[in-house]
């Protein structure tokens, strides 16, 4: 059974960072590329980044360019986004997916929210 738990989402003030996880079980996690997704208020859900399964290759939406990273961890089978220099814009519920054959995989989402 496919399960995607994230994690490290809360309130931060603008400027500030966070780090997002995602862990990974129920499937060869190192076979398969990774994705982080974000859904704000009244908007449809985002593809924020995504990263191949060596990581070799990073995939990023223009606009958060420099400032959000992904990476993963194949060993611990988990994903990551760090988040720098957030904007109040960037509050949203934040997701993780895979794409594994013709099946998206969804965690539950982690609440981001920029304020001060």
């Given at each position: 059974q496919v399960q995607l738990v994230e994690s490290g989402g809360g309130l931060v003030q603008p400027g500030?960072?966070?780090?997002?996880?995602?862990?990974?079980?129920?499937?060869?996690?190192?076979?398969?590329?990774?994705?982080?997704?974000?859904?704000?208020?009244?908007?449809?859900?985002?593809?924020?980044?995504?990263?191949?399964?060596?990581?070799?290759?990073?995939?990023?939406?223009?606009?958060?360019?420099?400032?959000?990273?992904?990476?993963?961890?194949n060993a611990k089978k988990t994903v990551y986004l760090q988040m720098n220099s957030l904007k109040p814009e960037d509050t949203a519920v934040y997701y993780c997916n895979s794409k594994i054959g013709r099946n998206d995989y969804w965690g539950q989402g982690t609440q981001v929210t920029v304020s001060s």
């Open positions: 500030g960072s966070l780090r997002l996880s995602c862990a990974a079980s129920g499937f060869t996690f190192n076979r398969y590329a990774m994705s982080w997704y974000r859904q704000a208020p009244g908007k449809e859900r985002e593809l924020v980044a995504a990263i191949t399964i060596t990581g070799n290759r990073l995939y990023y939406v223009d606009s958060l360019k420099g400032r959000f990273t992904i990476s993963r961890d």
